[in-house]
């Protein structure tokens, strides 16, 4: 496998990157946000996934360890092929699918061309849990003395922010700025993301 990539970033092209390395160019599938953060003729490190089938052979690329991480999960759903994996990762980024799988939020998973609903809703029950909940929703902050309450508190204010119209990606933001304590309620929580929903 290889893992990682580390070289100089020459040429964009319709559905990725050439970076060169050792003398040789590899022609990397990156999603365009990647694609928009690098610049010409500078170092850059891709992590990467390399996919061998019968006709061809390619390689994904990702900013960071996790987003590949992310990408080989979306892999072993049954449904999801690389091409597909790679359409959400461009459309969802990496935080807000997590969140959108943790909360069941299929509308915003669906943003992803190519993805239809009865798709989107298989990915969420087997990825579900492969992720923590506390953690996605805090954002790491979580206290390791009360996990489940944080879980339960932080998804069912983010869910209710979500039915009450705000995106998973909102929701996030403001419960994320949610000190998280013991003892903290789903109210606790909502009071506090209006008020810095408010602010944004």
Same mark, same amino acid.
């Given at each position: ?94 935080? +807000? *699918? @997590? ?6 939020? &299929?509308? %915003?998973?669906? $943003? #992803? =061309? ?11 029950? +087997? *990825? @579900? ?6 953690? &996605?929703? %805090?954002?790491? $902050? #979580? =206290? ?11 998804? +069912? ?44």
């Amino acid at each position: 496998m290889i893992a990682y990539i580390k070289g100089i970033f020459e040429e964009l092209t319709e559905d990725g990157i050439v970076v060169e390395a050792g003398g040789v160019g590899y022609g990397i599938t990156v999603p365009p946000s990647l694609a928009g953060e690098l610049t010409f003729g500078e170092e850059v490190k891709i992590y990467t996934y390399f996919q061998v089938a019968e006709d061809m052979q390619k390689l994904y690329g990702f900013a960071n360890r996790e987003d590949r991480r992310v990408f080989t999960m979306l892999l072993k759903v049954s449904g999801i092929g690389p091409k597909l994996a790679m359409s959400i990762m461009s459309a969802v980024p990496t935080d +807000e *699918l @997590k969140l959108a799988v943790v909360t069941g939020d &299929v509308k %915003t998973l669906s $943003r #992803a =061309p190519g993805l239809g609903k009865k798709t989107a809703e298989k990915l969420i029950l +087997e *990825l @579900k849990d492969s992720f923590d909940a506390a953690e &996605v929703i %805090t954002g790491g $902050r #979580a =206290p390791q003395s009360a996990p489940l309450v944080l879980d339960d508190a932080f998804s +069912e204010a983010a869910q209710a922010l979500m039915a009450l119209g705000y995106s998973s990606s909102e929701a996030m933001k403001a419960v994320r700025q949610v000190e998280a304590r013991e003892g903290i309620t789903v109210d606790d929580v909502l009071q506090e993301a209006f008020r810095h929903l408010a602010a944004f």
